[in-house]
T-cell receptor
Framework: KAGVTQTPRYLIKTRGQQVTLSCSPISGHRSVSWYQQTPGQGLQFLFEYFSETQRNKGNFPGRFSGRQFSNSRSEMNVSTLELGDSALYLC?????????????FGPGTRLTVT | AQSVAQPEDQVNVAEGNPLTVKCTYSVSGNPYLFWYVQYPNRGLQFLLKYITGDNLVKGSYGFEAEFNKSQTSFHLKKPSALVSDSALYFCAVRDDSNYQLIWGAGTKLIIKP
């Protein structure tokens, strides 16, 4: 079974630009969660999608948004990038409808904002 | 509010020695606890979980964790460390309000030959 894939793996953007990251979950998984990982803040939950609906949202500004498609693939978008948005963005999928049990993570997208 | 703490930023262990990575938690109900490992430039990999049942949970790569309700701890252990165990380890607890995971800050484990 193929694992969680994320594209692109690396991105360099300029302040004020926007960016879209993509995540393909494990086949059959319907829950996709997004996390931001930084050295200072650790792992922080962004949002979770299940069956194309946002189920949960973390404490991030509205510049961070996401969506999920009918095939469970998910995208997250960050608009008006700030230097502080530089981070590793991780996507995780779960076979359970509430990410109740173990999540399977992708390799992440390393975003650098200059 | 639910929370999880990993009191050690870094743990150094000689190869072949037993290792322990500490985790304590605070939850209002029954704890659902997890350990994940992150190798450099990789995503997180699931190691083990405690939902209910035996206090000693066995997981991947020879790791195990001991759930201690009275001490609200869920320490990760391995009887004999390998250099390849060097990585960043995260403890997490389920947030009962939204079923998401609350993560510890991570502990860097360094195994020296």
């Amino acid at each position: 079974k193929a694992g969680v894939t994320q594209t692109p793996r690396y991105l360099i953007k300029t302040r004020g630009q926007q960016v879209t990251l993509s995540c393909s979950p494990i086949s059959g998984h319907r829950s996709v969660s997004w996390y931001q990982q930084t050295p200072g803040q650790g792992l922080q939950f962004l949002f979770e999608y299940f069956s194309e609906t946002q189920r949960n949202k973390g404490n991030f500004p509205g510049r961070f948004s996401g969506r999920q498609f009918s095939n469970s693939r998910s995208e997250m978008n960050v608009s008006t990038l700030e230097l502080g948005d530089s981070a590793l963005y991780l996507c995780a999928s779960s076979g359970r409808d509430r990410a109740l049990y173990e999540q399977y993570f992708g390799p992440g997208t390393r975003l650098t904002v200059t | 509010a639910q929370s999880v703490a990993q009191p050690e930023d870094q743990v150094n262990v000689a190869e072949g020695n037993p290792l322990t990575v500490k985790c304590t938690y605070s939850v209002s109900g029954n704890p659902y606890l997890f350990w994940y490992v992150q190798y450099p430039n990789r995503g997180l990999q699931f190691l083990l979980k405690y939902i209910t049942g035996d206090n000693l949970v066995k997981g991947s790569y020879g790791f195990e964790a001991e759930f201690n309700k009275s001490q609200t701890s869920f320490h990760l252990k391995k009887p004999s460390a390998l250099v390849s165990d060097s990585a960043l380890y995260f403890c997490a607890v389920r947030d009962d309000s939204n079923y998401q995971l609350i993560w510890g800050a991570g502990t860097k484990l360094i195994i020296k030959p």
